[in-house]
């Protein structure tokens, strides 16, 4: 097995975590298996694309960044497991979405994609290999086709032990005849129509409660999930918002922030010059506390940005580096509350989405594009 860092570190991973979309910022390492493939169908190994993260970047002399390459070839499908992958187990607390979880990711992706800003950078997404795959095996790209995506559970890792399920608009007759030709074996012991997968590197039920929702699950409470998802859900983002997410723990997932912080919530909104607007807060000990972790966040952010950083995001970290007033970008303390807010202007979401490309060694983005 390889070993995979589930981040993009710093200031390109937390401003996608702020899109709702990755949640893996500053994670332990995790183990990610490739596909299996046999050995007369083994690919051709080349190194990984190298990543610099913002800390490094500070004392990396300026050099052209190397050219993204394209994704990896896809290995074909097979019917039988044949290396070992995460088994996720969903634990023991409630599986209704709306009762309370150490996680919940809810992003509306149909209007991410109305979005100029949050179009862009669902289609980062929809290029990943393990995306592709899952359109293959499924005929569904969340990023492309789905409505809204929600994931909930303990793990703020994604997929991870947790429930992800995304809204589509594809025919559920085409969904169905995907699975069947993906060769997934079935799920005896999982509702109605449930198969064993390894999407995105997890093991996991995959079934589809309603014809439009599409569930990927720890096979462990699969059935008590799918009956939940039958009703009505409302994946829990607000009108006027891109994504919504939430950690009731908010350093599991970005090792800058203290464990004294706790219920944290990000939300992102279009912004009216077709950028996007962050803002997030957090729950201090007391105000003392408050204060100081709001200071320390500043000082942090100021020794991050540097001329590198700078031209590298555009400024997009400098709002971050003072205190700011209510209503207004800046991290500050309100009692024992932390908040933070920055604006992300177009041409600064587009560098932004620029560095994630060429980190996750995707092809470069149109110049043509809108």
């Known amino acids: 097995m390889t070993r995979a860092r589930g981040s993009l570190d710093a200031f390109a991973c937390v401003f996608v975590l702020a899109n709702g979309l990755v ?11 490739p596909s299996p493939v046999t050995p007369a169908e083994e690919p051709v190994r080349t190194a990984p694309p190298p990543v610099m993260s913002a800390a490094s970047a500070e004392n990396a002399p300026d050099a052209a960044a190397p050219a993204p390459s394209a994704p990896p070839a896809l290995p074909p499908r097979r019917r039988e497991e044949k290396h070992e992958a995460r088994t996720t187990s969903f634990g023991p607390g409630p599986v209704e979405p709306s009762a309370p979880h150490a996680f919940k990711l809810a992003a509306n992706l149909k209007a991410a994609r109305a979005s100029p800003s949050g179009k862009k950078t669902l289609e980062i997404f929809s290029l990943l290999p393990e995306t592709i795959l899952t359109k293959q095996r499924t005929a569904v790209d969340p990023f492309a086709d789905g409505e809204w995506l929600l994931v909930y559970g303990e793990d703020v890792d994604v997929p991870g032990n947790n429930v992800n399920a995304v809204r589509h608009g594809r025919p559920a007759v085409e969904v169905s005849g995907a699975i069947a030709k993906a060769g997934f074996l079935p799920l005896e012991e999982g509702p109605k129509g449930a198969v064993r997968t390894e999407l995105f590197d997890v093991r996991d ?10 569930v990927m699950a720890p096979r462990d409470r699969a059935k008590e999930i799918s009956v939940a998802l039958v009703r009505p859900v409302d994946p829990g983002f607000k009108s006027g918002e891109l994504a919504r997410v939430f950690f009731k723990e908010p350093w599991r997932a970005t090792s ?31 105000e003392a506390a408050c204060k100081e972790i709001a ?7 100021a020794r991050m940005n540097s001329l590198m950083v700078r031209v590298a995001t555009r400024g997009l970290l400098i709002p971050l580096t003072v205190e700011g007033k209510p209503g207004g970008e800046g991290i500050r303390a309100e009692g024992t509350k932390l908040r933070a807010s920055v604006h992300a202007a177009p041409d600064q979401v587009q560098s932004i989405l620029n560095f994630v490309r ?3 060694g995707l ?5 043509g594009s809108p």
């Open 363 to 367: 092809p470069a983005a149109d110049p």
């Open 205 to 214: 039920a995959l079934f589809s409660p309603t014809p439009s929702l599409l």
């Open 23 to 33: 949640v893996a910022c500053g994670a332990p390492e995790r183990d990610v298996v």
């Open 256 to 286: 800058i922030l203290p464990k004294s912080l706790s219920d944290a919530l990000v939300v992102v909104r279009p912004a009216s010059d077709d950028g996007l607007d962050v803002s997030a807060e957090a729950t201090c000990p007391d």
């Open 358 to 360: 060429a980190a996750l």
């Open 295 to 301: 200071e320390g966040l500043r000082q942090r952010a």
